[in-house]
T-cell receptor, first 116, second 114 residues
Framework: DVKVTQSSRYLVKRTGEKVFLECVQD?????MFWYRQDPGLGLRLIYF???????EKGDIPEGYSVSREKKERFSLILESASTNQTSMYLC???????????????FGSGTRLTVV | GNSVTQMEGPVTLSEEAFLTINCTYT??????LFWYVQYPGEGLQLLLK?????DKGSNKGFEATYRKETTSFHLEKGSVQVSDSAVYFC?????????????FGIGTKLQVIP
């Protein structure tokens, strides 16, 4: 069964800590994405990567960075965690579609991060 | 830009009731349309999709038809079960030079009571 695996389901960190969220996919997908999900706000795109070592800012990149050194792994980094970064973080991956065709995303199970 | 509109809910139904969750969209191009489902404590799962006008996506008793003339992709199920309780997200996607740009709706919470 194809999978996107996020390293932690629950995480508690202190304000000011540097936090790493890891995501690994086994489907040889080119594209990978990080979202955060908050009540009443839906899913908001933080960063995405369309190829190894490539990254693009999403809608809310402030306070975050990413790393994609290998095709299967996409890491989200909170440089200095703050309480307003308490959220559910979702990783997703997808194939590149031919022109005009989209395959949809495969999501991980999510990491619920609490910053205290 | 692109956008997806759906009601946030919650929608509360009795078991075996008929379900409709409305979804309308605006898009600059010709998108693919999706419904995702999120069960409590989980990530999103792809439920169904449609890639061109008049296509019908279906899965697990759920259906949705791509209506280009009304820019809609409403989700329906004839008889819901308690196990269908979840949050449902409508989404559109456009392929752009090497990646997909996906826009999600806010999600509709469905509660099915026995």
């Amino acid at each position: 069964d194809v999978k996107v695996t996020q390293s932690s389901r629950y995480l508690v960190k202190r304000t000011g800590e540097k936090v790493f969220l890891e995501c690994v996919q086994d489907m040889d997908h080119e594209n990978m994405f990080w979202y955060r999900q908050d009540p009443g706000l839906g899913l908001r795109l933080i960063y995405f990567s369309y190829d190894v070592k490539m990254k693009e800012k999403g809608d809310i990149p402030e306070g975050y960075s990413v790393s994609r050194e290998k095709k299967e792994r996409f890491s989200l980094i909170l440089e200095s965690a703050s309480t307003n970064q308490t959220s559910m973080y979702l990783c997703a991956s997808s194939r590149v579609g031919r022109e005009g065709f989209s395959y949809g995303y495969t999501f991980g199970s999510g990491t619920r991060l609490t910053v205290v | 830009g692109n956008s997806v509109t759906q009601m946030e809910g919650p929608v509360t139904l009795s078991e075996e009731a008929f379900l409709t969750i409305n979804c309308t969209y605006t898009a600059t191009g010709y998108p693919s349309l999706f419904w995702y489902v999120q069960y409590p404590g989980e990530g999103l799962q792809l439920l169904l999709k449609a890639t061109k006008a008049d296509d019908k996506g279906s899965n697990k008793g759920f259906e949705a038809t791509y209506r280009k003339e009304t820019t809609s992709f409403h989700l329906e199920k004839g008889s819901v079960q308690v196990s269908d309780s979840a949050v449902y997200f409508c989404a559109l996607s456009e392929a752009r030079g090497g990646y997909q740009k996906v826009t999600f709706g806010i999600g509709t919470k469905l509660q099915v009571i026995p």
